[in-house]
């Protein structure tokens, strides 16, 4: 089982920037974030595996960047001009051994943070 505690959510005008991070408890080889907006079904964002090879969704490719410090089991997900439709709240996942940007492939979850990009 690991534990993984999500940091960095918070409240953004349209085209705005913000960082989020991820502690976990121990070393996964895949990590993800994930994000789910209200009425809506869990969506996967991005996915990196310990060897920093990543994966987009197609809405978020070039505006988002995932990124891991695997020193200190550490996630990042830098977001760049963020839209309304990016809203919701996201979600870390860890313990996939296919890193695919699907949900149930991935047993461990963080309680998520809270992202809200007012137009």
């Known amino acids: 089982q690991v534990q993984l505690v999500e940091s960095g959510g918070g409240s953004v005008q349209a085209g705005g920037s913000l960082k989020l991070s991820c502690g976990a408890s121990?070393?996964?080889?895949?990590m993800a974030w994930f994000r789910q907006a209200p009425g809506k079904e869990r969506e996967g964002v991005a996915t990196i595996n310990s060897s920093g090879r990543t994966a987009y969704a197609d809405s978020v490719k070039v505006r988002f960047t995932i990124s891991r410090e695997n020193a200190k089991n550490t996630l990042y997900l830098q977001m760049n001009s963020l839209k309304p439709e990016d809203t919701g709240m996201y979600y870390c996942a860890a313990g996939s051994w296919t890193c695919a940007l699907t949900s149930n492939t991935y047993p461990n979850w963080g309680q998520g943070t809270q992202v809200t990009v007012s137009s």
């Open positions: 121990t070393y996964t080889y895949c």
